[in-house]
């Protein structure tokens, strides 16, 4: 649809044409329990190669929300560990709509955190290999997930699991969703569900 809007806004041809898209998939609910979130932290210790960086991307990913990319690129600079602050907006990066923020560290992950920094790295980024950032983590993250015997994850999975923590500590929407770095629309259409007051004033009326 957007190549045919395309064509008729430069002229190459003379009407637009409608397009029927299939309706949209329903958003995916998978996330990890406590206990599976330990088993996949321990299995990515025992990696030949990523025994480093996979646990602490996991890491990031529970305790901070956050998007693949997002914390691949995430460079030292960002990161405040005196104010325990992490700013995921890339310098000079234009702004889109999915946004990072700024959110405190979790008091859990800071201590990885530091660990982490004490290595230091040549290179500024957080997430990184024999002192070179990672491109991706998709390997290392599905082979930690065959150890520790979890099915149907990806890495997004983290972001999903941080935010159904979140919503089931009964942590205000507003400030999870600027914790998270999306809406209180998204997050309360996608996992209010979790929250202890769900719908808790439609049953209390009674």
């Known amino acids: 649809r957007a190549a045919m809007n395309h064509a008729f806004a ?8 409608p397009m029927k898209l299939p309706p949209p ?8 329990t406590r206990a599976e979130a330990a088993r996949l932290v321990n299995a990515a210790r025992t ?5 480093l960086h996979l646990p602490l991307f996991i890491l990031l990913g529970l305790y ?18 005196d104010a325990g602050r992490i700013d995921w907006e ?3 990066a234009r702004v889109t709509k999915k946004r990072r923020g700024r959110n405190p560290i979790p008091r ?3 201590p990885h955190l530091r660990r982490a920094r004490a290595r230091g ?4 980024y957080v997430i990184t290999f024999n002192g070179r950032p990672v491109k991706d983590i998709k390997t290392g993250f599905k082979a930690a997930c065959i150890r520790a015997q979890i099915e149907d994850a990806s890495a997004h999975t983290l972001r999903h699991t941080c935010a159904t923590w979140l919503m089931q500590r009964g942590v205000d929407v507003w400030e999870a969703a600027g914790f998270l770095g999306m809406t209180p ?9 979790h929250h202890p007051d769900f719908q808790s004033a439609a049953a209390n009326a009674f």
């Open 25 to 32: 998939a329903p958003p995916r609910e998978r996330w990890l």
């Open 10 to 17: 430069e002229s190459r041809i003379t009407r637009q044409v």
């Open 64 to 81: 901070c929300g956050k998007r693949k990319e997002a914390i691949l690129s995430l460079r030292w600079s960002q990161v405040d560990l």
């Open 90 to 92: 890339k310098p000079g």
């Open 47 to 51: 990696s030949d190669r990523a025994s």
């Open 185 to 193: 629309e998204t997050l309360q259409k996608t996992y209010g569900h």
């Open 121 to 124: 790295s040549d290179t500024g």
């Open 108 to 110: 859990k992950l800071l």
